[in-house]
């Protein structure tokens, strides 16, 4: 049975509903639990209802987003429509992303390290970039681990470039560190959250991927 309530100011179609129930058994799957408080996913018909509904997490051009009570607000995809090409596996991608923040939220009430809150999503929802432009930019722009940002850095995130390198970054990183096994870094969650300290996720990290966070990024650049 599903833990969430699905509000709109117009009729919601089934295909929509649908979505919306894939994207909560994609994450119970990998989470292995479902919240226990029910939860409200808001679709917003128009620019006024998504200001107002998104509140202190408002930004323009977004198309989703989440509340720090878990509350999930997407903008419907006729919508989004009007502005960009989207399709209907596009906008169902977008909804498995958004909640996989819902399910972050329920679980661990923090949104650090910010690589995985953003990775994790993104393995479970769209691809910005493919590896091989992946590859390309962080050869040209000489990128590091230091990508695998620690907390969320606003002055990061002004450029949508940026934001789409890394979060594909992130994506792959994660693929690649748990072989295609998201729920891996569930576990390593689940272990952080009890004492959330930098001293802490090295030691983690350290434990669920035999090596530093440098060395493991090397091996990652490799593999690309």
């Known amino acids: 049975m599903n ?15 649908g979505f919306v129930s894939g994207a909560y058994r994609k994450n119970k799957k990998v989470f292995g639990r479902v919240p ?16 107002k509904e998104c509140k202190y997490y408002y930004f323009p051009f977004g198309l989703g987003t989440v509340l720090r009570d878990g509350t999930l607000i997407a903008k ?21 992303h958004e909640m996989n923040h819902v399910f972050f939220v329920f679980f661990y009430k923090m949104t650090k390290p910010v690589w995985i809150l953003e990775g994790l999503a993104n393995v479970l929802g769209a691809k910005h970039l493919t590896k091989k432009e992946v590859l390309k930019r962080i050869k040209k722009e000489k990128v590091d681990y230091k990508i695998l940002d620690y907390r969320y850095l606003e002055r ?44 802490n996720y090295k030691r983690l990290f350290l434990k669920f991927f035999k090596t530093n966070e440098k060395e493991k990024f090397e091996e990652f650049i490799t593999s690309l």
């Open 76 to 96: 419907s995809h006729e919508l989004i429509k009007k502005s960009r090409q989207y399709s209907d596996k596009q906008y169902a991608l977008m909804l498995d």
């Open 36 to 51: 226990k408080k029910k939860f409200k996913v808001i679709i917003c018909h128009n620019l006024a209802e998504w200001k």
């Open 156 to 199: 990061k995130f002004k450029e949508i470039e940026a934001i789409r390198l890394r979060y594909s970054t992130w994506r792959y990183f994660i693929e690649y560190i748990t072989k295609n096994k998201p729920n891996i870094i569930v576990k390593f969650m689940d272990e952080y959250v009890k004492n959330p300290t930098i001293k």
């Open 3 to 17: 833990n969430f309530e699905i509000i709109s100011s117009k009729e919601v179609s089934k295909k929509i509903k």
